[in-house]
């Protein structure tokens, strides 16, 4: 667990899933606009499309996160306040989503050849945000004694969330063993996007790839969510303008 990686001059803190949502964000738009180059479509369209889907992503996971955690909101101000920390990765999917149908047909773009360029950013942005979700120690598994099952320090959602339990000895230093289940995120990512790429060679009717992906995604967001604490997952993020 590693919740900040830099911390630089004014006090300014740049928080690690802030960067690697960064991170994805980039990586992510750079691969989808070229793989809609390739595909015809004008590169300056697509990427203005880029930011109308980063602009619905950002709302989408704010709106999320004040449905999901009404208690952190005080004022009507706390809901655009999102300085204040608190998005969800879900909403941003959906918000991005809601956003590219938008734009797509106010420029009468094809909306599944577009969504079947997008479905391999999609799946780099799962495989890399749950990095970030590994240091910061957010999104967190059910206590677990397998091989590769974790330890989070004191101070940590898992920490927190299993003291209020009364699962920890008095005086412990750090969580109990826990399935890390960013880490099956994030190689689920991987391992759609590998898939992906292969519907992509073999498809011969546009949106098969973008059917492909949304009908896997289903599956890997439901075992996640049985392998995590289900009566409450850490989805809560906090992060600066920077992180």
Known sequence: MHPILLTLPFGLTIYAYGAMLCLSV?????LAVEL???????????????LWTL???????????????????????????????????????????????VYCRAHRLHMLTWADCAAPALCVGLMITRIGCFLAGCDFGQPWNGAWAVHFPAGSPAFEQQSMMGLLPAGA???????????????????????????????????????????????????????????????????????
């Open 26 to 30: 980039i990586v992510g738009r750079l």
């Open 173 to 243: 230093t750090q969580s109990l063993a826990v399935h890390p289940t960013q880490i099956y995120e994030s190689l689920a990512g991987l391992l759609l996007l590998i898939l992906v790429f292969a519907v992509r060679r073999r498809q011969t009717v546009p949106g098969r790839a973008f059917r492909f992906h949304f009908a896997c995604r289903l599956p890997i967001i439901w075992t996640v969510a049985n392998i995590c604490i289900l009566f409450r997952r850490q989805a809560e993020i906090e992060f600066s303008p920077v992180g």
């Open 55 to 101: 602009a619905g992503a950002a709302i989408g996971a704010r709106l999320l996160f004040v449905v999901t955690a009404p208690e952190q909101i005080n004022s009507p101000l706390d809901v655009i306040a999102w300085w204040k920390g608190g998005v969800v990765a879900y909403g941003g999917f959906l918000g991005g989503f809601a956003a590219t149908i």
């Open 36 to 50: 809609a180059s390739r595909a015809g479509m004008s590169p300056a369209v697509i990427d203005r499309c880029c």
